[in-house]
Structures are given as C-alpha cells and as structure tokens.
C-alpha cells in the first residue's frame, strides 16, 4: 500500500497557471501515478497518467497542449503543471497509484487515491 496526498488547488481567473503535487509515502519508484477530476453528480475523469517506465506520460484530449505531468522520485512526488485553465477545468482534482496498471486511464485500475485538491476557475 501507498499513501498518497495532493497540494496546490485553488482559485484561479481562466488562463492562469496552478502546479498540483501528490506526494507520496511507501515504495515510489515503480508506482504509476494518475491525476482524475470530479466534479459534484458527474462522473470521474482520466486527466494525465505517469509510468514509472520510461517515464511514460498519458494525457487526456482536452488538456493535452495545457497540462504537463512529471515526476521526481527523489521526492517521491508527482506533479501536475496546469496552464491555460478553463473553466471547464474546474473539479476536484484526486491522485491515484497503481503498481499493476495495465489500462492507465481506467480508475479501477488504481488500488490508491488521495483525498482530493479543489480547482476553480473563474471566467
């Protein structure tokens, strides 16, 4: 098992910049980490994914271009660069690892979340 615990929501004008981070604890190097957003009676969405292989990023149509993710694993972190954002952008943010991924974008894949970061963006 792996813990794991996101930073750096808030609330942002559209085309404003935020960096969310998920850090961490337990064995890193060879966790596959996820970032998924909700939003209140909607479903959860794939955002961007980082293999440990590689690394190997995934992201979603609609931030590809905008969004960047990464990982450092001296820190035991995984970061998600937001530019751009939208306010479609807005969500609750949650991380998720797996060590088994083998779909990256499908949540069920992932045995541990964190307990969510709020984005808000305003028009």
């Known amino acids: 098992q792996v813990q794991l615990g996101e930073s750096g929501g808030g609330l942002v004008q559209t085309g404003a910049s935020l960096r969310l981070s998920c850090a961490a604890s337990g064995h890193f190097n060879t966790l596959t980490v996820a970032w998924f957003r909700q939003n209140p009676g909607k479903e959860r969405e794939f955002v961007a994914a980082?293999?440990?292989?590689?690394?190997?990023?995934f992201y979603t149509d609609s931030v590809k271009g905008r969004f960047t993710i990464s990982r450092d694993n001296a820190k035991n972190t995984v970061y998600l660069q937001m530019n751009s954002l939208k306010p479609e952008d807005t969500a609750a943010y949650y991380c998720?690892?797996?060590?088994?991924?083998?779909?990256?974008?499908?949540?069920?894949?992932?045995?541990?979340w964190g307990q969510g970061t709020q984005v808000t963006v305003s028009s």
């Open positions: 998720a690892g797996t060590y088994k991924a083998i779909n990256v974008r499908r949540g069920s894949e992932y045995d541990n």
């Open positions: 980082i293999s440990w292989v590689g690394p190997t990023s």
